[in-house]
């Protein structure tokens, strides 16, 4: 059952033009539109990856969709998309909605820490984590999060949003690079040593039943991709197939200049020092 917006609060930044509307069931949704300016399937993407990231136990937000009447959009003046040279009302139906971050108490939420308050967020191993996710859905964005606390708490949460550009935004493919879908800073990383620093999230993705994956795509309203279950269904089936390449695809990021391990050990060197082209294996090169 989709939630009924039932009324308008902000627009929010990025790409995507979002509204920050608020539901029927008492809490706040970024909405992203079917006319968006980056592609419908962002829709899709958004939907499909963060179910899948929920399903592997990362602090993602709940995903809905959203039910916006067109009287509503009629009497909102800010329900409007900027297309440049035009403005456009957003279409209404059915929009994705994503769980706004810290509902509505402000000063809560957070998209940027100094060092000190970063390294001590409680959940900062699962960048990891998000990272296997972003690299089996081929995320061709930087990774997004937010940073959350409680009242009189002094440790934020990662929450990690926005998942539009997975699957190569409207595309629906995978363009696999070392540097895509990670986080801009080096910092979330520096604590891994080895691929048990990706667990629980690693295994939990490459042996996720097939079933849940089918079953979230199956969720997703076809609208928000043409309506040809043909497409969804082969980017299921890639999708599944790409399971055993998410190693191979975090071995490639790690082995970039950007050196993101520098407490990955292997033999004497660390894992990303120059002259060690034998630290990873024969898995690099293959790129889809």
């Known amino acids: 059952m989709a939630v009924l917006a039932v009324q308008h609060i902000r627009r929010m930044r990025g790409g995507a033009q979002g509204q920050l509307m608020l539901g029927a069931d008492g809490h706040a949704y970024v909405v ?3 006319n968006n300016p980056q592609h419908r ?4 993407n958004e939907f499909l990856a963060t179910r899948l990231a929920r399903a592997a136990g990362l602090t993602a937000p709940e995903v809905e969709l959203v039910d916006v009447s067109k009287w509503l959009i009629d009497n909102t003046a800010e329900l409007e998309i900027d297309l440049g040279r035009a403005r456009v009302k957003c279409e209404p139906g059915l929009q994705f909605g994503s ?3 810290g509902g509505l108490m402000p000063g809560q939420v957070v998209d940027y820490l100094p060092e000190e308050q970063l390294l001590e967020v ?14 089996w859905t081929g995320n061709a964005n930087g990774r997004q999060a937010v940073f959350a606390r409680r009242r009189r708490e002094r440790r934020y949460q990662a929450v990690f949003i926005d998942f539009g550009y997975c699957f190569h935004a409207g595309e629906w493919r995978f363009e696999d690079a070392p540097l895509r879908g990670v986080y801009y800073r080096n910092d979330v ?16 993705l490459e042996t996720l039943p097939a079933d849940t994956v089918w079953a979230a795509a199956g969720e997703v309203p076809p609208e928000w991709y043409g309506g040809d279950l043909g ?14 390449r998410i190693r191979e695809l975090i071995e490639m990021f790690g082995n970039s200049d950007r050196g993101p ?6 033999g004497e060197k660390k894992v990303g020092e120059e002259g060690n082209g034998e630290r990873w294996g024969s898995t690099i090169g293959r790129v889809m």
């Not at 984590?129 to 972003?134: E, K, N």
């Not at 990383?189 to 999230?201: I, K, L, Q």
């Not at 497409?231 to 890639?238: C, I």
Request: charged share 35%; net charge positive.
């Open 122 to 135: 409680k959940n900062l191993a699962e960048f990891a984590g998000i990272l296997a996710l972003d690299k």
């Open 41 to 44: 399937r962002v829709l899709a």
């Open 261 to 266: 391990f520098p407490k990955w050990v292997r």
């Open 189 to 204: 990383y520096r604590e891994v040593t080895g691929w048990e620093s990706f667990e629980p999230w690693l295994t939990r």
């Open 231 to 244: 497409d969804m269904e082969a980017l299921v089936e890639k999708l599944l197939a790409r399971r055993s």
């Open 99 to 101: 769980r706004f971050v």
């Open 32 to 34: 992203k539109f079917q």
